[in-house]
Protein backbone atom coordinates (compact mmCIF):
# COMPACT_ATOMS: atom_id res chain seq x y z
CA UNK A 1 0.00 0.00 0.00
CA UNK A 2 1.28 3.64 -0.79
CA UNK A 3 0.12 6.55 1.77
CA UNK A 4 0.32 10.09 0.75
CA UNK A 5 1.28 12.13 3.84
CA UNK A 6 1.32 17.19 3.85
CA UNK A 7 1.40 19.02 5.77
CA UNK A 8 -0.93 22.31 5.52
CA UNK A 9 -1.50 25.88 6.59
CA UNK A 10 1.33 27.39 9.17
CA UNK A 11 4.46 25.38 9.83
CA UNK A 12 4.67 24.82 13.57
CA UNK A 13 7.29 22.74 15.69
CA UNK A 14 6.51 18.93 15.48
CA UNK A 15 5.02 18.79 12.08
CA UNK A 16 8.63 16.45 11.58
CA UNK A 17 8.08 14.10 14.45
CA UNK A 18 4.41 13.65 13.10
CA UNK A 19 5.79 12.40 9.48
CA UNK A 20 8.59 10.39 11.23
CA UNK A 21 6.15 8.43 13.25
CA UNK A 22 4.23 7.73 10.33
CA UNK A 23 6.60 6.69 7.79
CA UNK A 24 8.70 4.50 10.89
CA UNK A 25 5.69 2.57 12.35
CA UNK A 26 3.85 2.43 8.38
CA UNK A 27 7.38 0.86 6.97
CA UNK A 28 8.63 -1.54 9.81
CA UNK A 29 5.11 -2.92 10.63
CA UNK A 30 2.89 -2.49 7.84
CA UNK A 31 5.27 -2.66 4.95
CA UNK A 32 3.96 0.63 3.29
CA UNK A 33 5.62 2.45 0.43
CA UNK A 34 5.01 6.50 1.48
CA UNK A 35 4.54 9.18 -0.76
CA UNK A 36 4.95 12.83 0.63
CA UNK A 37 2.83 15.87 -1.00
CA UNK A 38 4.85 19.19 -1.23
CA UNK A 39 3.40 22.67 0.06
CA UNK A 40 0.16 21.10 1.62
CA UNK A 41 -2.67 21.05 -1.22
CA UNK A 42 -0.65 22.55 -3.87
CA UNK A 43 1.31 18.74 -3.88
CA UNK A 44 -1.60 16.64 -4.65
CA UNK A 45 -3.33 19.19 -6.74
CA UNK A 46 0.16 19.59 -9.31
CA UNK A 47 1.52 16.10 -8.49
CA UNK A 48 4.61 17.45 -6.47
CA UNK A 49 6.43 14.68 -4.44
CA UNK A 50 8.99 13.72 -3.11
CA UNK A 51 9.78 10.44 -1.94
CA UNK A 52 9.69 9.40 2.05
CA UNK A 53 11.52 6.09 3.19
CA UNK A 54 13.21 5.48 7.04
CA UNK A 55 16.38 7.47 5.70
CA UNK A 56 14.71 10.33 4.39
CA UNK A 57 13.27 10.80 8.26
CA UNK A 58 15.91 10.25 9.99
CA UNK A 59 17.61 13.04 12.53
CA UNK A 60 13.88 15.49 11.40
CA UNK A 61 12.53 14.39 15.13
CA UNK A 62 13.92 17.86 16.97
CA UNK A 63 13.44 19.72 13.87
CA UNK A 64 11.24 22.85 13.39
CA UNK A 65 8.97 23.45 10.26
CA UNK A 66 8.24 20.70 7.39
CA UNK A 67 10.58 18.72 5.38
CA UNK A 68 7.68 18.58 3.26
CA UNK A 69 7.04 22.88 2.88
CA UNK A 70 2.90 24.01 3.54
CA UNK A 71 1.28 26.38 1.91
CA UNK A 72 -2.47 27.61 2.56
CA UNK A 73 -3.80 26.56 -0.92
CA UNK A 74 -7.67 25.73 -1.31
CA UNK A 75 -7.71 22.98 -3.63
CA UNK A 76 -11.54 23.08 -3.53
CA UNK A 77 -11.09 26.84 -5.19
CA UNK A 78 -8.80 25.67 -7.74
CA UNK A 79 -10.36 24.63 -11.42
CA UNK A 80 -11.09 21.08 -11.37
CA UNK A 81 -9.30 21.16 -8.38
CA UNK A 82 -10.91 17.69 -6.75
CA UNK A 83 -10.47 16.23 -10.25
CA UNK A 84 -6.75 16.71 -10.64
CA UNK A 85 -6.45 15.75 -6.65
CA UNK A 86 -7.91 12.22 -7.53
CA UNK A 87 -6.02 11.80 -10.65
CA UNK A 88 -2.93 12.35 -9.18
CA UNK A 89 -3.50 10.21 -6.51
CA UNK A 90 -4.37 7.32 -9.30
CA UNK A 91 -1.42 7.91 -11.16
CA UNK A 92 0.77 8.36 -8.39
CA UNK A 93 -1.06 4.89 -6.95
CA UNK A 94 -1.38 6.51 -3.49
CA UNK A 95 -4.31 4.74 -1.76
CA UNK A 96 -4.59 7.08 1.44
CA UNK A 97 -3.75 10.20 2.50
CA UNK A 98 -2.79 11.74 5.81
CA UNK A 99 -3.37 15.63 6.02
CA UNK A 100 -1.31 17.25 9.12
CA UNK A 101 -2.52 20.88 9.38
CA UNK A 102 -4.96 23.30 10.88
CA UNK A 103 -9.18 24.30 10.48
CA UNK A 104 -8.69 24.78 7.05
CA UNK A 105 -6.44 21.64 5.91
CA UNK A 106 -8.86 19.07 7.74
CA UNK A 107 -11.72 20.88 6.46
CA UNK A 108 -10.44 20.24 2.91
CA UNK A 109 -9.49 16.27 4.16
CA UNK A 110 -13.48 15.80 5.40
CA UNK A 111 -14.83 17.31 1.93
CA UNK A 112 -12.49 15.11 0.42
CA UNK A 113 -13.29 12.08 2.06
CA UNK A 114 -17.33 12.94 2.78
CA UNK A 115 -18.68 14.42 -0.41
CA UNK A 116 -15.35 13.10 -3.15
CA UNK A 117 -14.62 9.74 -1.71
CA UNK A 118 -10.71 10.30 -1.61
CA UNK A 119 -10.22 8.73 2.02
CA UNK A 120 -7.82 10.74 4.32
CA UNK A 121 -6.98 10.38 8.11
CA UNK A 122 -6.53 13.83 9.92
CA UNK A 123 -3.66 14.96 12.64
CA UNK A 124 -4.69 18.19 14.05
CA UNK A 125 -2.05 20.76 14.10
CA UNK A 126 -2.12 24.52 15.32
CA UNK A 127 0.08 26.51 17.92
CA UNK A 128 -3.19 28.50 18.70
CA UNK A 129 -4.68 25.07 20.21
CA UNK A 130 -8.27 26.00 18.63
CA UNK A 131 -9.18 22.92 17.09
CA UNK A 132 -12.09 20.90 19.01
CA UNK A 133 -12.67 17.66 19.90
CA UNK A 134 -8.22 16.98 21.14
CA UNK A 135 -7.48 18.53 24.31
CA UNK A 136 -4.37 19.94 23.05
CA UNK A 137 -2.77 20.06 19.77
CA UNK A 138 0.75 20.10 18.67
CA UNK A 139 2.73 23.05 18.34
CA UNK A 140 0.83 25.01 21.09
CA UNK A 141 2.82 24.16 23.84
CA UNK A 142 6.55 25.28 22.19
CA UNK A 143 4.37 28.90 21.09
CA UNK A 144 3.68 29.14 24.95
CA UNK A 145 6.96 28.36 26.15
CA UNK A 146 8.75 30.85 23.52
CA UNK A 147 6.39 33.58 24.10
CA UNK A 148 6.88 33.21 28.15
CA UNK A 149 10.27 33.73 27.79
CA UNK A 150 9.89 36.55 26.11
CA UNK A 151 7.51 37.88 28.37
CA UNK A 152 10.10 37.14 31.05
CA UNK A 153 12.54 38.77 29.47
CA UNK A 154 10.74 41.97 28.86
CA UNK A 155 10.35 42.40 32.42
CA UNK A 156 13.51 43.29 33.05
CA UNK A 157 13.96 46.18 30.44
CA UNK A 158 10.15 47.45 31.38
CA UNK A 159 11.49 47.87 34.96
CA UNK A 160 14.30 49.44 34.15
CA UNK A 161 12.75 52.42 32.41
CA UNK A 162 9.17 52.23 33.62
CA UNK A 163 7.52 52.06 30.95
CA UNK A 164 4.35 49.87 29.78
CA UNK A 165 5.64 47.07 27.12
CA UNK A 166 2.55 45.83 24.99
CA UNK A 167 3.30 42.01 23.72
CA UNK A 168 1.57 40.89 20.81
CA UNK A 169 1.00 37.42 20.56
CA UNK A 170 -0.24 34.76 17.77
CA UNK A 171 -4.07 34.01 18.12
CA UNK A 172 -7.01 34.78 15.28
CA UNK A 173 -10.29 33.45 17.29
CA UNK A 174 -8.88 32.31 20.28
CA UNK A 175 -6.52 33.50 22.95
CA UNK A 176 -5.17 30.10 24.30
CA UNK A 177 -1.29 31.55 23.80
CA UNK A 178 -2.20 34.71 25.45
CA UNK A 179 -3.32 33.56 28.32
CA UNK A 180 -1.14 30.48 29.11
CA UNK A 181 1.66 32.58 28.30
CA UNK A 182 0.78 35.74 29.70
CA UNK A 183 -0.35 33.90 33.20
CA UNK A 184 3.01 31.81 33.24
CA UNK A 185 4.73 35.32 32.44
CA UNK A 186 3.29 37.40 35.31
CA UNK A 187 1.52 39.81 32.71
CA UNK A 188 -0.89 42.14 34.66
CA UNK A 189 -2.99 42.51 31.46
CA UNK A 190 -4.51 39.35 29.13
CA UNK A 191 -6.37 39.97 26.40
CA UNK A 192 -7.97 37.76 24.14
CA UNK A 193 -10.34 37.46 21.14
CA UNK A 194 -13.00 35.99 23.36
CA UNK A 195 -13.43 38.64 25.28
CA UNK A 196 -13.72 43.02 23.96
CA UNK A 197 -11.57 44.92 26.09
CA UNK A 198 -12.36 48.65 27.61
CA UNK A 199 -9.64 50.47 26.83
CA UNK A 200 -10.11 53.01 29.54
CA UNK A 201 -10.13 49.36 31.92
CA UNK A 202 -6.78 48.28 30.72
CA UNK A 203 -5.69 51.74 31.83
CA UNK A 204 -6.85 51.66 35.04
CA UNK A 205 -4.92 48.43 35.68
CA UNK A 206 -1.62 49.91 33.91
CA UNK A 207 -1.68 53.08 36.36
CA UNK A 208 -2.42 50.68 38.91
CA UNK A 209 0.34 48.72 38.26
CA UNK A 210 2.92 52.16 38.40
CA UNK A 211 1.00 53.04 41.65
CA UNK A 212 2.55 49.61 42.87
CA UNK A 213 6.28 51.04 41.60
CA UNK A 214 5.90 47.95 38.88
CA UNK A 215 5.62 48.33 35.68
CA UNK A 216 2.97 46.95 33.60
CA UNK A 217 3.34 43.91 30.64
CA UNK A 218 -0.08 43.60 28.80
CA UNK A 219 -0.36 40.77 26.84
CA UNK A 220 -2.45 41.00 24.00
CA UNK A 221 -3.83 38.23 21.39
CA UNK A 222 -3.70 39.57 17.89
CA UNK A 223 -7.18 39.36 17.19
CA UNK A 224 -8.42 40.62 20.43
CA UNK A 225 -10.66 43.85 19.63
CA UNK A 226 -11.70 46.39 21.59
CA UNK A 227 -15.43 47.52 22.75
CA UNK A 228 -16.92 49.36 20.05
CA UNK A 229 -14.03 48.74 17.67
CA UNK A 230 -12.44 46.29 14.90
CA UNK A 231 -9.79 43.84 14.30
CA UNK A 232 -6.44 45.72 13.52
CA UNK A 233 -5.31 44.18 10.25
CA UNK A 234 -2.26 44.64 8.62
CA UNK A 235 -3.53 45.25 5.34
CA UNK A 236 -6.84 44.33 3.01
CA UNK A 237 -5.16 40.78 1.77
CA UNK A 238 -6.75 37.69 2.17
CA UNK A 239 -5.47 34.18 1.77
CA UNK A 240 -7.10 31.39 -0.68
CA UNK A 241 -9.19 30.49 2.64
CA UNK A 242 -10.29 33.96 2.84
CA UNK A 243 -8.83 34.76 6.23
CA UNK A 244 -7.62 38.38 6.52
CA UNK A 245 -4.00 39.41 7.87
CA UNK A 246 -4.06 40.08 10.91
CA UNK A 247 -1.20 42.17 13.32
CA UNK A 248 -1.12 45.65 14.82
CA UNK A 249 -3.68 45.85 17.57
CA UNK A 250 -0.21 45.72 20.07
CA UNK A 251 0.74 48.84 18.69
CA UNK A 252 -2.85 50.40 18.17
CA UNK A 253 -3.09 49.81 22.12
CA UNK A 254 0.37 51.23 22.90
CA UNK A 255 -0.54 54.87 21.49
CA UNK A 256 -4.07 54.27 23.21
CA UNK A 257 -2.59 53.60 26.77
CA UNK A 258 0.37 56.21 26.81
CA UNK A 259 -2.00 58.86 24.83
CA UNK A 260 -4.35 58.30 28.28
CA UNK A 261 -2.23 57.90 30.89
CA UNK A 262 1.27 59.67 29.69
CA UNK A 263 3.24 56.72 30.55
CA UNK A 264 5.71 55.73 27.73
CA UNK A 265 4.89 52.77 26.03
CA UNK A 266 6.34 50.07 23.40
CA UNK A 267 5.36 46.99 21.83
CA UNK A 268 6.97 43.73 20.61
CA UNK A 269 5.44 41.60 18.33
CA UNK A 270 6.41 38.00 18.71
CA UNK A 271 4.87 37.20 15.91
CA UNK A 272 6.59 33.86 13.67
CA UNK A 273 9.07 33.92 15.89
CA UNK A 274 6.49 31.53 18.25
CA UNK A 275 5.97 29.49 15.14
CA UNK A 276 9.84 28.31 14.67
CA UNK A 277 12.10 26.23 16.00
CA UNK A 278 13.28 23.22 18.30
CA UNK A 279 9.78 21.56 19.38
CA UNK A 280 9.28 21.25 23.18
CA UNK A 281 9.73 17.67 24.61
CA UNK A 282 5.46 17.68 25.03
CA UNK A 283 4.86 18.89 21.67
CA UNK A 284 7.48 15.78 20.29
CA UNK A 285 5.71 13.40 22.05
CA UNK A 286 2.52 14.40 21.07
CA UNK A 287 3.17 14.76 17.89
CA UNK A 288 5.01 11.14 17.58
CA UNK A 289 1.85 9.65 19.09
CA UNK A 290 -0.62 11.13 16.78
CA UNK A 291 1.75 10.01 13.37
CA UNK A 292 1.70 6.62 15.58
CA UNK A 293 -2.01 6.13 15.48
CA UNK A 294 -2.75 8.42 12.11
CA UNK A 295 -1.01 5.33 10.50
CA UNK A 296 -3.10 2.89 12.44
CA UNK A 297 -6.36 4.71 10.84
CA UNK A 298 -4.92 4.18 7.52
CA UNK A 299 -4.47 0.18 8.28
CA UNK A 300 -7.83 0.08 9.34
CA UNK A 301 -9.86 1.56 6.90
CA UNK A 302 -11.05 4.58 9.34
CA UNK A 303 -11.27 7.20 7.11
CA UNK A 304 -12.68 10.53 7.90
CA UNK A 305 -11.20 10.23 10.89
CA UNK A 306 -9.05 12.68 12.92
CA UNK A 307 -6.83 11.32 15.81
CA UNK A 308 -7.08 13.26 19.27
CA UNK A 309 -5.97 13.69 22.25
CA UNK A 310 -8.67 12.78 25.06
CA UNK A 311 -6.73 13.02 28.60
CA UNK A 312 -3.31 10.98 27.90
CA UNK A 313 -5.09 8.71 25.45
CA UNK A 314 -5.15 8.81 21.08
CA UNK A 315 -8.62 8.36 19.60
CA UNK A 316 -10.36 8.80 16.91
CA UNK A 317 -12.85 11.26 16.27
CA UNK A 318 -14.87 12.37 12.57
CA UNK A 319 -12.55 15.66 11.27
CA UNK A 320 -16.00 17.10 10.60
CA UNK A 321 -17.09 17.28 13.85
CA UNK A 322 -13.10 18.56 15.03
CA UNK A 323 -13.53 21.29 12.39
CA UNK A 324 -17.15 22.13 13.18
CA UNK A 325 -16.58 24.64 15.69
CA UNK A 326 -13.51 26.26 17.28
CA UNK A 327 -12.47 25.93 20.63
CA UNK A 328 -12.31 29.41 22.41
CA UNK A 329 -11.28 30.02 26.06
CA UNK A 330 -14.21 29.31 28.83
CA UNK A 331 -15.40 32.83 29.66
CA UNK A 332 -14.84 31.46 33.49
CA UNK A 333 -11.14 29.90 32.71
CA UNK A 334 -10.40 34.07 31.45
CA UNK A 335 -12.50 35.65 35.04
CA UNK A 336 -10.03 32.77 37.03
CA UNK A 337 -7.02 34.95 35.71
CA UNK A 338 -8.43 38.48 36.29
CA UNK A 339 -7.26 38.00 39.90
CA UNK A 340 -3.66 38.90 38.79
CA UNK A 341 -4.47 41.90 36.56
CA UNK A 342 -3.56 45.42 37.49
Not at 181 to 197: H, K, M, T, W
Amino acid sequence: MRVGVLTGGGDCPGLNAVIRGIVRKGVQEYGYDFTGFRDGWRGPLEGDTVRLDIPAVRGILPRGGTILGSSRTNPLTAPQGVGRIKDNLAELEVEALIAIGGEDTLGVAARLTDEYGVPCVGVPKTIDNDLSATDYTFGFDTAVSIATEAIDRLHTTAESHMRVLVVEVMGRHAGWIALHSGLAGGANVILIPEQRFDVEQVCAWVASRFKASYAPIVVVAEGAMPKGGDMVLKDGTTDSFGHVRLSGVGEWLAKEVERRTGKEARTTVLGHVQRGGTPSAFDRWLATRFGLHAIDAVRDGDFGKMVSLRGTDIVRVPIREATARLKTVDPKLYEEVGVFFG
